[in-house]
C-alpha cells in the first residue's frame, strides 16, 4: 500500500504529464500541419480572386441597367527625388562594393551605364569583376553626399570616397555620380572622380 506521501507525488507526477500534453495539443493547434495551413492559404487566395457577385437585374422596371464603368487610372506620378532615398542607394552600392558581392554591385548600374573611355560593357564588368574578387577585404566610405537634382528622373551626387584595401589604400577623392531613375528604382548612369 502506498503511504500518503507516494500517492501526493503520484498525483502531481500525473498532473504534470497531463499538462505536458495539454501544452503539446495548444502547440500543435497553434502550429497546424503544413498540409492544413496551406490548404488555409490556398482557400484565402481563392477567396480573393472570385469576382464580386454581379447585381441581380431590376425586373420591377423596364429601365435598362448599365454596369458601372470603373473610373480611368491617371497615369502615374513620377515621385520627386527624394534625396534620402539617393544618398541610401548610394551607401548601398558602397556596402556592396566592401562586401565585395559583386553581382550586387554592378546590379547598381543602370543598361545604358557610360563605361570609362567608351569600353564595351563586358569588358567593363570583367575588369571590375577582377579588381573587386583581387583584394581579400575592401573597405568604401562615402562622405559628405550632395545631391543636386536635374530632372524628376535623374540626379547628380557628389561625395568625397575613401578606399581602402589590404593591398592599397588610397587618398579620398571626390566621385560623382549620375543617377537615373529606372523602374522605381536610382541605378548609376555614368561616374566620375577628381
Given at each position: 500500500?502506498a503511504?500518503p506521501?507516494?500517492?501526493l507525488?503520484?498525483?502531481?507526477a500525473l498532473v504534470?504529464?497531463?499538462?505536458l500534453?495539454?501544452?503539446?495539443?495548444?502547440m500543435?493547434?497553434?502550429?497546424?500541419?503544413?498540409?492544413?495551413?496551406?490548404?488555409?492559404?490556398?482557400?484565402?487566395?481563392n477567396?480573393r480572386?472570385?469576382?464580386?457577385?454581379?447585381?441581380?437585374?431590376?425586373?420591377?422596371?423596364?429601365?435598362?441597367?448599365?454596369?458601372?464603368?470603373?473610373?480611368?487610372?491617371?497615369?502615374p506620378?513620377a515621385?520627386?527625388?527624394?534625396?534620402?532615398?539617393?544618398?541610401?542607394?548610394?551607401?548601398?552600392?558602397?556596402?556592396?562594393?566592401?562586401?565585395k558581392?559583386?553581382?550586387?554591385?554592378?546590379?547598381?548600374?543602370?543598361a545604358?551605364?557610360q563605361t570609362?573611355?567608351?569600353?564595351?560593357?563586358?569588358?567593363?564588368e570583367n575588369?571590375?569583376?577582377?579588381?573587386?574578387s583581387?583584394p581579400?577585404?575592401?573597405?568604401?566610405?562615402?562622405?559628405?553626399p550632395?545631391?543636386?537634382?536635374?530632372?524628376?528622373?535623374l540626379?547628380?551626387?557628389?561625395?568625397?570616397?575613401?578606399?581602402?584595401s589590404?593591398?592599397v589604400?588610397?587618398?579620398?577623392?571626390?566621385?560623382?555620380?549620375?543617377l537615373?531613375?529606372?523602374?522605381?528604382?536610382?541605378?548609376i548612369?555614368?561616374?566620375?572622380?577628381?
Amino acid at each position: 500500500m502506498a503511504t500518503p506521501g507516494e500517492r501526493l507525488w503520484r498525483f502531481l507526477a500525473l498532473v504534470m504529464v497531463c499538462a505536458l500534453g495539454w501544452m503539446i495539443w495548444i502547440m500543435y493547434q497553434l502550429d497546424p500541419p503544413p498540409l492544413v495551413r496551406n490548404a488555409a492559404f490556398q482557400a484565402f487566395a481563392n477567396a480573393r480572386t472570385r469576382e464580386p457577385a454581379k447585381p441581380a437585374p431590376n425586373v420591377a422596371s423596364n429601365v435598362a441597367v448599365e454596369p458601372v464603368k470603373p473610373a480611368p487610372e491617371a497615369p502615374p506620378v513620377a515621385a520627386k527625388p527624394n534625396a534620402a532615398e539617393i544618398v541610401d542607394t548610394v551607401e548601398a552600392w558602397a556596402r556592396a562594393w566592401s562586401s565585395k558581392d559583386v553581382a550586387a554591385y554592378l546590379a547598381f548600374y543602370a543598361a545604358g551605364f557610360q563605361t570609362p573611355g567608351g569600353v564595351p560593357r563586358a569588358d567593363w564588368e570583367n575588369s571590375r569583376r577582377q579588381r573587386i574578387s583581387a583584394p581579400k577585404s575592401i573597405e568604401i566610405t562615402v562622405d559628405a553626399p550632395s545631391v543636386s537634382v536635374l530632372s524628376d528622373e535623374l540626379v547628380n551626387v557628389t561625395f568625397r570616397q575613401g578606399y581602402r584595401s589590404d593591398i592599397v589604400t588610397s587618398n579620398p577623392t571626390t566621385k560623382t555620380l549620375v543617377l537615373v531613375r529606372t523602374d522605381g528604382r536610382w541605378l548609376i548612369q555614368s561616374e566620375s572622380a577628381t
